[in-house]
């Protein structure tokens, strides 16, 4: 049904979306991950891809929904990802020609320093520690290198109640990646993850706070296209 009444007011864009959450292996059996079930970033790669635009999505462990969603999708091409290493050459390798990229994944920031390459045993070990490397930040790193009109887009999740602090905090993150665009919004235990809606509000150049949103990660999808349109 969206796809029929969608504006294609991206007709002729390429499009390069992340979703999904990385995750960074352990050991054969283990790893570290987060709960981004990929929905907020699929349906801004549906959004795109309805409104015209060729979309690579690159997508690191969604679950099965939207995982199904974004595969069934004719205007959108799926490059799977495990982790934030494989997921940063995977967007290198589609960003030259991109005119927007939205980095909607939650990527790992980091990774473990030596791999097990086998099972890890609990035993004679009553405690234990992982040390960790930073991975590489795939945002701050296309805004430093990008060529031309390109608009960059990052997603930043806080667990930041008081609305003013959370804008405060996004203003400062988009700074300081560099992005076009920052989308901020709450999350928690009970907000955000594995629901379908969504709370937002997207912060622009000079910390201009761009629009406020609460509704259907489909519907904030929408209203971030139009505010990426808009200062393209
Ligand atoms: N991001 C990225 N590469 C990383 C980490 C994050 O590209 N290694 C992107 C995310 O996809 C998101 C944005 O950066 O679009 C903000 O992620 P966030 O974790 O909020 O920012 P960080 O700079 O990692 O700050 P924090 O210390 O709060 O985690
Ligand atoms: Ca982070």
Do not use: C
Request: no cysteine; hydrophobic share 45%.
């Amino acid at each position: 049904a969206f796809a029929a009444l969608a504006p294609k007011d991206l007709d002729g864009w390429r499009v390069v979306v992340s979703a999904g959450g990385t995750r960074e292996p352990i050991d054969p059996v283990r790893y570290l991950g987060n709960r981004s079930s990929g929905r907020q970033g699929v349906d801004v790669a549906r959004a795109a891809a309805d409104r015209g635009a060729t979309v690579t999505l690159v997508l690191a462990h969604a679950a099965a929904d939207p995982d199904a969603e974004a595969r069934r999708h004719p205007g959108i091409e799926v490059v799977d990802v495990g982790t934030a290493q494989e997921m940063q050459r995977a967007v290198q390798a589609v960003a030259a020609t991109a005119d927007a990229i939205v980095m909607a994944a939650a990527v790992s920031d980091y990774r473990v320093a030596a791999v097990s390459a086998s099972k890890i045993s609990k035993e004679g070990q009553a405690g234990r520690t992982l040390d960790l490397v930073q991975n590489p930040d795939i945002l701050a790193e296309l805004a430093a290198t990008r060529t031309g009109r390109q608009t960059i887009v990052g997603f930043a999740a806080e667990t930041e109640p008081d609305r003013n602090r959370l804008i405060e905090r996004g203003r400062a993150k988009r700074e300081r990646k560099g992005a076009d665009l920052l989308v901020v919004n709450e999350v928690g235990w009970a907000r955000g993850f594995e629901r379908p809606d969504n709370s937002v509000a997207v912060i622009g150049h000079e910390g201009a706070v761009l629009l406020e949103h609460h509704g259907s990660k489909r519907e904030i999808a929408d209203a971030l296209w139009d505010a990426v349109i808009a200062t393209h």
